[in-house]
Antibody, heavy 126, light 112 residues
Framework: EVQLVESGGGLVQPGGSLRLSCAAS????????MNWVRQAPGKGLEWISY????????HYADSVKGRFSISRDNAKNSLYLQMNTLRAEDTAVYYC???????????????????WGQGTLVTVSS | DVVMTQSPLSLPVTLGQPASISCRSS???????????LNWIQQRPGQSPRRLIY???NRDSGVPDRFSGSGSGTDFTLKISRVEAEDVGVYYC?????????FGQGTKVEIK
């Protein structure tokens, strides 16, 4: 069974840092690209970062560029999000979600956002 | 950025009746490989997001066949043929053709 389990959330002061983790099981993480998506309280979903399977391609939303850093350790089946210079507007539940190259997509299956974790809450407040 | 615009944003529905959600993108979602990467995501109250439909019209495993997706280019639709109580929640369209990935604002489906 595919599972994604986020951890590392908590309360942090503005300007502080936090590192989120996403532990993958039930599939070979090294074959898939991955994403972080967040959801502010009572708001919609916002994609924030992507990393390819080999870490060769990385993308960020403008809202986090220069402050957040995505990484992965395929040997540990883990995805990470290093968050620095946190702001009140970064308060959200953070989800990891599986992805893949489009070449893996067909009418019978497509591993793009097919699995999501349960989320971890980050609260930025003094 | 590609703007995804959903309508309506609130959808009260009678149990057993159909429901339809529209999603329009500001640019074509056809990728260079000819595929259209438009997903429909369901988020039930208090739960994580769950993908229902991928590549416009393909239902995920375990998704009831009362859910269907259609459309092309910039106009897409999610239909529920007969709404059931378990369908209550927020539905998002999202595109994974262009960077950055973007979501619609969400449509809240509730029972009248």
């Amino acid at each position: 069974e595919v599972q994604l389990v986020e951890s590392g959330g908590g309360l942090v002061q503005p300007g502080g840092s936090l590192r989120l983790s996403c532990a993958a099981s039930g599939f070979t993480l090294s074959r898939y690209s991955m994403n972080w998506v967040r959801q502010a309280p009572g708001k919609g979903l916002e994609w924030i970062s992507y990393i390819s399977s080999s870490s060769s391609t990385i993308h960020y939303a403008d809202s986090v560029k220069g402050r957040f850093s995505i990484s992965r350790d395929n040997a540990k089946n883990s995805l990470y999000l290093q968050m620095n210079t946190l702001r009140a507007e970064d308060t959200a539940v953070y989800y990891c979600a599986r992805d893949s190259p489009g070449a893996d997509c067909s009418s019978s299956s497509c591993p793009k956002y097919d699995y999501w974790g349960q989320g971890t809450l980050v609260t930025v407040s003094s | 950025d590609v703007v995804m615009t959903q309508s309506p944003l609130s959808l009260p529905v009678t149990l057993g009746q159909p429901a339809s959600i529209s999603c329009r993108s500001s640019q074509s979602l056809v990728y260079s490989d000819g595929k259209t990467y438009l997903n429909w995501i369901q988020q039930r109250p208090g739960q994580s997001p769950r993908r229902l439909i991928y590549m416009v019209s393909n239902r995920d495993s375990g998704v009831p066949d009362r859910f269907s997706g259609s459309g092309s280019g910039t106009d897409f639709t999610l239909k529920i043929s007969r709404v059931e109580a378990e369908d209550v929640g927020v539905y998002y369209c999202m595109q994974s053709t262009h960077w950055p990935r973007t979501f619609g604002q969400g449509t809240k489906v509730e029972i009248k």
